[in-house]
C-alpha cells in the first residue's frame, strides 16, 4: 500500500495545478488563521483595558459619593466574555452578540438590549475565518480537485489503460484520493496547528476539530467521486458540484433562515428596551406607594420600606427601576424563548446542510455560538441580581452602610470556561 | 507468416452479443486466435471493433455469450484476465508531463511490478525509442514515439496477450514499418496478439489472420498462407464490397 502511496505523492507534486490549488488553500486558511487571532488579541486587550478603567472608574465613584443609592447609581460594572482558546478559529456569533456590558443597578432589559456592536457593516458581512474557511471555501478546492479525477482520465485517453494496467482499484483510484486528500487538509489546517500552538488549545478540541474537518471533507470528496464516476463531462461534474455547494452554503441557509423567522414570532430587543424604559419613566408621575406596592409584590421582605419624604428618594428610584424590568419581564421572556427555540430549529436545518453542521460543530467547541452568547446573558442577569441583592438591604431596610461594606460587591469574573461572579473576600 | 502457429486458443469470442443502451453492438461474433498468433479485426466505423476490444478488456459486459482470455471469462475474471493482458489505445496519451522512462516506471508501480533501469532502457531499444529522447518528457514526442513509450510498457508488463486498438492510427509509413515489424517479433517470441483496425493494408502486412467485422457480425476470415502475407486486393475487395 505504502509504494502506492508513495508513487501518488510524488505523481501529485508533478502536477502543478494541483500545488498551485495546495498552496491557494494553506494562504486562505494561513489569512483566517491571522485573522482570527487578530481578532481574538483584540477583543483580549479590550477587556483588560476595560476591566482597568471599570476599576478606576468605579474607584473614583466610590470616592466622591457616600450614599448607597448614589453608590450604586455611579458605579458600573464590567460584564464580558471572555474569548475561549479555540475561539480565533471560529468567531462565529461574538460580532453579532455583544459580548462585553458594563451595567449598572438600573432597570437591566434596556441595558442587555442596547447592542454594543462597534460596526454593524462588518457584522453583516462576517469575517474570514477559519470556520469559513473550512465550511464554504474549502468545498470549492475540494472540488477543484476531485471533481475531474475521472474525467481527466477519460478525456486525455488513458483511463481505459490505467484501470487495465494497476493492479488494484486501491492503487490507483484509492492511493490518489488518499494522497489528495492528506494533501489539501495538511495545506489547510496546518496554519490551525499553527493558531492552535500560539494560543495554548486543548489537545482534544484540536483533535475533534480535527476529525470534524476530516469527515467534511471526506463528505465533499465522496460526493465529488460519485458524480465523477457518473458523468463523463468535468464541466458538467464541476457545474454539478458547484451546485450542491450554492444549496448548501446559501440555499439552505437562506431558506431555512426565512423559514424559521417565518415560524416564530419574537419580539425586538428595542420593543423591550422601549418597554422598560417608559415604565421606568412613567414611574416619575406615578404616586410613590404604587410603584412601592409592584415592587413588594417581589421583595415582600421590604414591605415594611417607607417613603421617607414626597420628594425623591433613592428607594423609591431603584424600586421603579426594578418595576420597569418587572413590566418588561414578559416581553423579555418571550424574546429569549424564541431565540432559543430558534437556534433549536436551526439545529435541525443543519441537518441539511453540512456546511451549516460544521459551522455549528466548530462555533459550539469554540464557546462562540448563539448558545455562549445567551448563556454570557443568563450571567449578566445573574450578576445583576447578585447586585440587587447586595444593594437593597442598604436602600430598604434598616440595614446600616458603610464604606467597608462595598467589599460584599460581587466580582464579575469571566473565564474561558465561563462566566462566575463572586463576592469581594468570599 | 504463416497461419496458427500453435494450437492452444488463448483469446476467443463465443458467440458474443452486446448490446449498448438499446443498439445491439455485437451479435453473436465467434473467433478465435490462438498462442502467438496476430489476429487482426477489421471493419468499418460502427462495425463494433472497439466494442470487441472493450469487452476482452472488461469495460463492456456480454448480454449473451462469452469472452474468453486464456480459458478464463472475462466477465467473471476480470482481474485474472487484465493480469494476463497489455492493452495499447488507439491513441497511446500517457502522461505529457512524465519523461518516457518516468511513464514507464509510473505504469509499471501501478501493475506491482518492479523493473530495473537496465531493463527499460533495454526494451526501449528493442522498440526502437531513440536514446535522446527517454528523459525527454513525453509532450516533446511524435505520436510514433508515444506509440513506442506505450509499447515498451506493454512489453515490460510480460503479459502474454496483447490487445491493440487502431495502432497504426495516424502514424507516418516509416513508423507504419517499423511498427509492423515489432509486432511480428513480439509474436515471433511467443505473444498473442488481437488488434483492431480499419486499414485494410496495415492488417495485411502483419496480420496471420484477418477477420471482416460488419453490423457486429463476422462477415468472413482470411488467413495467410505459409511464409505469405494476405493478399491486399482481395481483402480490399471483400473490405470494400461488404461496406453499405
Known amino acids: 500500500m505504502n509504494k502506492h502511496l508513495i508513487r501518488e505523492w510524488h505523481f501529485m507534486l508533478r502536477q502543478s495545478y494541483v500545488l498551485v490549488l495546495l498552496l491557494c488553500g494553506f494562504l486562505i486558511s494561513s489569512f483566517s488563521v491571522l485573522t482570527g487571532l487578530s481578532e481574538i488579541d483584540s477583543q483580549r486587550e479590550t477587556i483588560e483595558r476595560l476591566k482597568t478603567a471599570d476599576q478606576l472608574d468605579r474607584a473614583e465613584a466610590q470616592d466622591k459619593h457616600n450614599a448607597p443609592g448614589a453608590l450604586a447609581y455611579y458605579s458600573f460594572h464590567l460584564t464580558y466574555s471572555a474569548p475561549s482558546n479555540l475561539a480565533f478559529a471560529a468567531l462565529g456569533e461574538r460580532d453579532i452578540y455583544p459580548w462585553k456590558h458594563r451595567v449598572r443597578m438600573l432597570a437591566l432589559e434596556g441595558q442587555i438590549y442596547e447592542s454594543d456592536a462597534q460596526n454593524p457593516e462588518l457584522a453583516q458581512a462576517g469575517k474570514i475565518d477559519f470556520a469559513f474557511v473550512i465550511s464554504a471555501l474549502s468545498p470549492l478546492l475540494l472540488i477543484l480537485l476531485f471533481h475531474d479525477l475521472f474525467a481527466s482520465e477519460r478525456a486525455s485517453g488513458r483511463h481505459e489503460l490505467l484501470v487495465t494496467t494497476t493492479e488494484s482499484s486501491f492503487a490507483l483510484w484509492g492511493a490518489r484520493v488518499v494522497v489528495r486528500l492528506f494533501a489539501i487538509f495538511i495545506s489547510l489546517i496546518l496554519p490551525f496547528y499553527v493558531g492552535a500552538l500560539i494560543n495554548n488549545v486543548a489537545m482534544t478540541d484540536v483533535l475533534i476539530l480535527s476529525l470534524w474537518c476530516l469527515l467534511y471533507f471526506i463528505f465533499w470528496i465522496a460526493l465529488s467521486l460519485l458524480i465523477g464516476r457518473r458523468e463523463s463531462s468535468a464541466p458538467r461534474i464541476a457545474s454539478i458540484l458547484i451546485g450542491f455547494w450554492a444549496l448548501f452554503t446559501f440555499v439552505i441557509p437562506i431558506l431555512g433562515d426565512l423559514a424559521i423567522n417565518q415560524s416564530i414570532h419574537s419580539p425586538q430587543g428595542g420593543e423591550i428596551l422601549l418597554t422598560q424604559r417608559e415604565a421606568v419613566n412613567d414611574a416619575w408621575d406615578l404616586p410613590v406607594q404604587t410603584t412601592l406596592n409592584a415592587f413588594t409584590a417581589t421583595h415582600p421582605e421590604y414591605i415594611g420600606y417607607k417613603h421617607e419624604n414626597e420628594g425623591f428618594d433613592w428607594g423609591w428610584y431603584y424600586a421603579f427601576q426594578q418595576v420597569g424590568d418587572q413590566v418588561a419581564e414578559p416581553l423579555s421572556i418571550r424574546y429569549r424563548e424564541a431565540a432559543l427555540k430558534k437556534h433549536q430549529r436551526a439545529s435541525f436545518v443543519t441537518l441539511l446542510s453540512p456546511t451549516l453542521l460544521i459551522q455549528k460543530k466548530m462555533t459550539r467547541l469554540a464557546e462562540t455560538d448563539a448558545l455562549a452568547a445567551m448563556a454570557y446573558e443568563r450571567r449578566i442577569r445573574e450578576f445583576h441580581k447578585t447586585l440587587r441583592m447586595t444593594y437593597y438591604p442598604w436602600l430598604f431596610s434598616a440595614d446600616k452602610f458603610n464604606k467597608s461594606n462595598l467589599d460584599l460587591l460581587p466580582q464579575f469574573d469571566s473565564t474561558t470556561s465561563g462566566t462566575t461572579y463572586s463576592r469581594k473576600n468570599e | ?244
Open chain 2, 1 to 244: 507468416m504463416g497461419s496458427s502457429k500453435q494450437d492452444k486458443t488463448l483469446i476467443e469470442s463465443k458467440s458474443l452479443h452486446v448490446q449498448i443502451k438499446d443498439t445491439s453492438v455485437l451479435k453473436g461474433l465467434s473467433f478465435r486466435v490462438a498462442k502467438g498468433e496476430i489476429y487482426a479485426l477489421l471493419g468499418g466505423n460502427g462495425a463494433g471493433k472497439s466494442t470487441t476490444l472493450k469487452t476482452f478488456l472488461g469495460f463492456n459486459q456480454a448480454s449473451s455469450g462469452a469472452a474468453f482470455i486464456d480459458g478464463l471469462d472475462v466477465s467473471s475474471s476480470l482481474a485474472s484476465v487484465r493480469k494476463k493482458t497489455a492493452y495499447l489505445p488507439e491513441n497511446a496519451t500517457l502522461y505529457p508531463h512524465l519523461t518516457a522512462k518516468e511513464n514507464v516506471e509510473y505504469f509499471l508501480s501501478l501493475a506491482g511490478l518492479n523493473k530495473s533501469a537496465s531493463e527499460i532502457e533495454n526494451t526501449f531499444d528493442l522498440v526502437a525509442l531513440q536514446k535522446d529522447a527517454w528523459e525527454r518528457q513525453l509532450q516533446t514526442y511524435s505520436k510514433g514515439m508515444r506509440q513506442k513509450t506505450a509499447i515498451a510498457l506493454a512489453i515490460l508488463r510480460e503479459a502474454p496477450i496483447f490487445l491493440l486498438d487502431e495502432p497504426t492510427s495516424g502514424l507516418d509509413p516509416v513508423a507504419i514499418d517499423e511498427f509492423n515489424q515489432l509486432v511480428t517479433e513480439l509474436a515471433s517470441s511467443g505473444a498473442t496478439i488481437l488488434m483492431v483496425t480499419h486499414d485494410v493494408y496495415g492488417a495485411c502486412q502483419v496480420a496471420n489472420r484477418i477477420g471482416l467485422l460488419r453490423k457486429g457480425e463476422l462477415v468472413g476470415e482470411f488467413e495467410a498462407n505459409q511464409n505469405e502475407r494476405i493478399d491486399t486486393e482481395v481483402v480490399h475487395a471483400a473490405f470494400a464490397q461488404r461496406q453499405p
